[in-house]
């Protein structure tokens, strides 16, 4: 296996901030569409959003050599206009107490955010578009890497959206079962979501990987490595089978009983897809192969 120049660190800023953002958007979305029977759900993804994501970015500091040592340093990331982790870090800057503000106001923390709540129209309106944005440079950033062709590809930022929608609303799903597990039966609502967002998922992921066979010989020889190599039992087992596959049948069967399957295959579903956005990313870092110098 080729060695990657990225580690745990980056992967675990791919995931917490595609989480992070999806769970916001999920608890905007319950909140002005339903706000009365998905209270407990959107009350958890609004929680989640600003935490998720500032321990993700965090992650991403750190990552760079003078994230630990010289983080005053750290300012030379947002004088470059021109340069996407410029746009990604004022992206991230602005999310974050964005959504810190509206998860204060949609519970009512402290009188911040009973202030807040009178402002909870414009808060979700403005953090929902930081969130899209947050989730699609979660692909962008691997994306414009040109050094890694399996990674240069704009199906990235589709691929990390779609996982970031999933991702989100199962970290919500958990979080209401965790609020108020009495809620489980109106869950079965948002069941529907994971059946789309992980089918959208599963369609850009093949047409990624497939595509990435005839792109070049790098790309094709990561695409291998995943479908064939020496990744392939985790692409296939953790990525496709336990990520995709089974929630996916799960949430169909959920969506339909309304209510009467089991709390923990409902929250096992949660985290299965979970488990499959974390190994996803995990596994496109890992296989992503530099050109071959001759």
């Known amino acids: 296996m080729v060695e990657s120049a990225w580690g745990w660190l980056i992967v675990a800023y791919l995931f917490l901030a595609g989480a992070g953002s ?6 905007v979305a319950c909140d002005l ?11 958890a993804g609004s929680l989640a959003a600003g935490p998720l994501v500032a321990v993700g970015t965090v ?29 990604g870090v004022l992206i991230l800057a602005l999310f974050i107490p964005i959504a810190l ?10 009188f911040v955010g009973r202030i807040a709540s009178k402002y909870t129209l414009y808060l979700g309106g403005v953090g929902s578009f930081l969130a899209v944005s947050t989730a699609a440079y979660t692909g962008v950033l691997i994306a414009v890497v040109n050094g890694v062709p399996f990674w240069n590809t704009p199906l990235m930022p589709l691929l990390f959206m779609a996982s970031a929608m999933s991702t989100g609303l199962a970290v919500a799903m958990i979080g209401a079962a965790v609020i108020d597990i009495r809620t489980i039966k109106t869950l079965s609502n948002f ?14 992921l093949m047409m990624f990987v497939f595509m990435s066979l005839t792109r070049s010989t790098e790309a094709a020889m990561s695409a291998s490595m995943l479908i064939s190599g020496v990744l392939s039992p985790y692409f296939w087992v953790l990525v496709v089978v336990l990520g995709i596959l089974i929630p996916f049948v799960l949430s169909i069967v959920e ?11 409902v929250v096992g579903a949660d985290l299965l897809v979970l488990l499959g956005g974390m190994s996803l990313r995990a596994l496109i870092i890992f296989s992503g192969t530099p050109p071959q110098v001759v």
């Open 101 to 110: 503000l509206y998860a204060a106001a949609l519970n009512e923390i402290t």
């Open 22 to 27: 999806g769970a916001f958007i999920a608890a």
């Open 33 to 43: 569409l339903a706000p009365d029977w998905s209270k407990a759900l959107a009350r």
């Open 191 to 204: 069941a529907l979501g994971h059946v789309i967002f992980l089918a959208v998922e599963a369609v850009v």
């Open 255 to 265: 969506y339909y009983e309304y209510g009467e399957m089991p709390k923990s295959l």
């Open 59 to 87: 992650c991403l500091v750190l990552d760079l050599d003078a994230g630990l040592w010289e983080p005053w340093r750290q300012i030379y990331l947002v004088n470059n206009l021109s340069s996407m982790i410029t746009w």
